[in-house]
C-alpha cells in the first residue's frame, strides 16, 4: 500500500519498546512491560473526534490490552497512505512499573483499501485473534470491506448509525453467514433490556400468563430501529403466536416494549436513566445507564464465541421487510 511496508512498521514498533525500555528503566529503574491479548484493527472516517476514540481505546486497554491498529479513512482521492507507531501506557494503581500496548496508525485513501489487509495481516499478533471494529457506515457498504472482514476472528459494527435499517441487517447476516463471528452494538445495547424482561417471567404467575400473550409491540426513537427489530424478532423467537408490530415514535427516549393479552400487560420503557418496568398495574424500574462506545466494546471484546441465540435473532430480524 502505497510505499509503507508491513517489514517498516514491525522495525519501528521493535525501536519504540527498546526507548520504552530505556525510559522505563531511568524513572523507575523497573522498565516497561509489554500487554497483549489480542489484535484490535480500527477502521474509522478521518472526520472522526480522534481525541474521543484514543479516549475509548485508552479505557480499553487495560481489560483488553492489544496490538491497536488505527485506520483512519480520508475518502476520495489518489491511492495513498501514511503510518506512524506509538504506545499506550498506563501505571496500576499501587505499582511503579508502567504497562504499555502497542498502537499503529494508518491513513488511507479510498483507493487503497482493496490493500488493507496485506499490510494489516502481517502486523497482526500471531496465535491471538483478530478483531475488526468498524466504526464507518459508509466503508461497512463498500465491496473492500468484505477481504477486511475476512481477516478477522470477530467484526464488530454499530448498525444503529446506518440509514436503512433492513438493509444494514440484511448484510450483516450475509456477512455472518460468509464465516466470521460478526456482532452488532446495537445488539449489545439492549443486552440490560433483554436481561431484566427474562426476569419479568421468573415469576410463576408470569410464565402462565405468555400462552395469553397475542400482541408484542415495539416503539423506537431515531437511531433505534435496529435495536427495536431485534428486539421484536427475539421476543417473537419465544412468543411465536403473538402478532408483532414495529414502528417509530416521537414520545419514547430509545425504545418502549409491550407485550399484551386479555388480561396481562408487561412494558419496559427508558426513562431518562431508569428503565422503567410495568407489570399490568405493578410498576418498578432499574437503573439503565447510557451505554458508551467503551462499555459496548468491552463487552463484546470479552466475548469470542459464537451465540446462537443472536444468530438466530439476526436472521430474523433481517428477513422482516
Not at 291 to 296: A, F, G, H, R
Request: with cysteine; charged share 20%; proline share 5%.
Amino acid at each position: 500500500m502505497g510505499s509503507i511496508a508491513p517489514d517498516h512498521i514491525l522495525k519501528e514498533l521493535s525501536d519504540l519498546w527498546v526507548s520504552l525500555g530505556k525510559q522505563g528503566e531511568t524513572e523507575t529503574g523497573l522498565g516497561v512491560l509489554r500487554a497483549c491479548s489480542l489484535t484490535l484493527v480500527v477502521l474509522a472516517e478521518e472526520s472522526e473526534d480522534v481525541s474521543d476514540m484514543g479516549e475509548t481505546l485508552a479505557a480499553l486497554m487495560p481489560e483488553h490490552p492489544a496490538r491497536t491498529i488505527l485506520v483512519r479513512l480520508h475518502g476520495a482521492g489518489e491511492r495513498s497512505l501514511s503510518e506512524r507507531v506509538y504506545a499506550q501506557c498506563w501505571m496500576p494503581f499501587g505499582q511503579r512499573r508502567q504497562i504499555c500496548c502497542e498502537q499503529i496508525e494508518l491513513m488511507a485513501s479510498d483507493a487503497a483499501l482493496a490493500d488493507v489487509p496485506s499490510v494489516v495481516l502481517p502486523l497482526a499478533v500471531a496465535d491471538l485473534p483478530l478483531v475488526v471494529w468498524c466504526r464507518s457506515a459508509r466503508l461497512a457498504a463498500m465491496p473492500e470491506f468484505q477481504a477486511i472482514a475476512a481477516m478477522a476472528q470477530k467484526v464488530v459494527l454499530d448498525t444503529g448509525a446506518m440509514e436503512d435499517a433492513a438493509h444494514a441487517l440484511k448484510r450483516l447476516a450475509d456477512l455472518a453467514a460468509g464465516g466470521p463471528l460478526v456482532a452488532d452494538l446495537s445488539w449489545t445495547r439492549i443486552t440490560r433490556w433483554r436481561a431484566t424482561l427474562s426476569q419479568v417471567f421468573q415469576n410463576r404467575e408470569y410464565v402462565a400468563k405468555l400462552p395469553s400473550i397475542s400482541e408484542i409491540h415495539v416503539w423506537f426513537a431515531p437511531g433505534y430501529e435496529t435495536s427495536a427489530r431485534y428486539m421484536g424478532a427475539w421476543i417473537s423467537g419465544v412468543l411465536p403466536h403473538g402478532h408483532l408490530a414495529i414502528e417509530p415514535s416521537a414520545e419514547v427516549a430509545s425504545l418502549r416494549v409491550e407485550l399484551s393479552g386479555s388480561d396481562f400487560r408487561v412494558q419496559l420503557e427508558r426513562r431518562d436513566a431508569r428503565l422503567m418496568v410495568s407489570v399490568n398495574d405493578l410498576k418498578t424500574c432499574t437503573n439503565l445507564p447510557v451505554l458508551t462506545d467503551y462499555l459496548l466494546m468491552r463487552e463484546e471484546l470479552g466475548i469470542m464465541r459464537r451465540d446462537p441465540i443472536y444468530e438466530q435473532t439476526l436472521k430474523s430480524a433481517a428477513m422482516r421487510k
